[in-house]
């Protein structure tokens, strides 16, 4: 299959080289990370441990073949700008495969590629971007994909299929949406602590006052997703939050990355889609709101 992963930064990057051992796979990402590959090609480290030559561009102009699948990894705030760089590369049987965090892109891909083309998913590898060319892979995880509309196509059979080939351990849903609020309320409980706090996950149950918020955290996310109809228990996604958190102890959070780092972070896509939406229903998001103002003002520092 003809695959290209658009925002190939540490998880797409992953994706990308363990689909390249059986399909033609190009990477398109940021100008240092894909002339470092083109150098030296893309090593992994941990959990993967692979050096291998793989195609790698900045654009989407460049690219040699029709795609079959798009593998959109890119930060959701870059989700519109993508989705304008990728459109003329679609035909009618193209499939635009969302594996972000958040819960706005799939909205956002909708609306400018049409909603026949998409695919969502959600992972829970953990991936490291350790320097242009190199990526640590920390911690192997599941993937789950579905339609949005909850079939079982052979379109996604085809998908889950070409994963589990490659080695990506992945299931099908017939609920992804479901599936994208957990891994949202999951990071919305995890990820802006560790952030404001420049902490790795495991820190938030070392200290039993940070515990107690993440569980409070959890709770509001919660409710908020139940005002959307989407009915997830507090008590389950607490303790799915809390095995995170022990499954991924030594790692730092994608957010704590961008903080380090000095980039934007995806807290509007996650805790602000909360806050939006919690006072859109009228769902108390105080936790969220505070959250939201802590990250900001991390960001405008």
């Not at 040699?64 to 959109?72: E, Q, V, Y």
């Not at 896509?269 to 900001?296: A, F, M, Q, Y």
Request: hydrophobic share 40%; net charge negative; glycine share 8%.
């Amino acid at each position: 299959m003809n695959v290209v992963v658009f925002g190939a930064g540490a998880i797409g990057s992953l994706f990308g080289a363990l689909l390249a051992k059986q399909n033609n796979v190009i990477l398109i990402g940021r100008s240092a990370h894909m002339t470092q590959i083109k150098q030296d090609g893309l090593l992994i480290e941990g959990k993967t441990q692979l050096t291998l030559s793989i195609p790698a561009l900045e654009s989407p102009h460049d690219i040699s073949f029709s795609p079959d699948l798009i593998l959109l990894t890119v930060k959701s705030y870059d989700t519109e700008n993508a989705c304008y760089q990728i459109q003329p590369l679609l035909h009618d049987q193209t499939i635009v495969l969302s594996l972000q965090n958040g819960l706005d892109n799939v909205e956002k891909i909708t609306h400018h590629l049409g909603k026949q083309h998409i695919l969502a998913g959600v992972t829970t590898h953990g991936v490291f971007f350790t320097k242009p060319g190199r990526i640590t892979h920390t911690g192997k995880g599941k993937t789950i994909l579905g339609e949005l509309d909850g079939q079982t196509s052979e379109r996604l059979k085809t998908v889950v299929s070409l994963f589990n080939q490659a080695g990506i351990d992945t299931e099908m849903s017939t609920d992804i949406t479901i599936e994208i609020w957990k891994k949202a309320i999951v990071n919305s409980s995890i990820n802006p602590l560790t952030a404001f706090l420049g902490c790795k996950n495991g820190y938030l149950l070392e200290n039993p006052i940070l515990e107690k918020i993440v569980e409070l955290i959890c709770a509001e996310s919660c409710r908020i997703a139940s005002s959307e109809h989407v009915l997830v228990s507090p008590s389950e996604m607490i303790e799915m939050t809390k095995e995170v958190i022990h499954d991924t102890v030594e790692n730092y959070s994608s957010m704590v990355q961008s903080i380090q780092q000095g980039k934007r972070t995806e807290i509007d896509s996650i805790n602000g889609e909360l806050l939006r939406i919690g006072g859109k229903n009228k769902t108390d998001p105080s936790l969220n709101r505070i959250l939201v103002e802590l990250i900001t003002s991390l960001n405008h520092s």
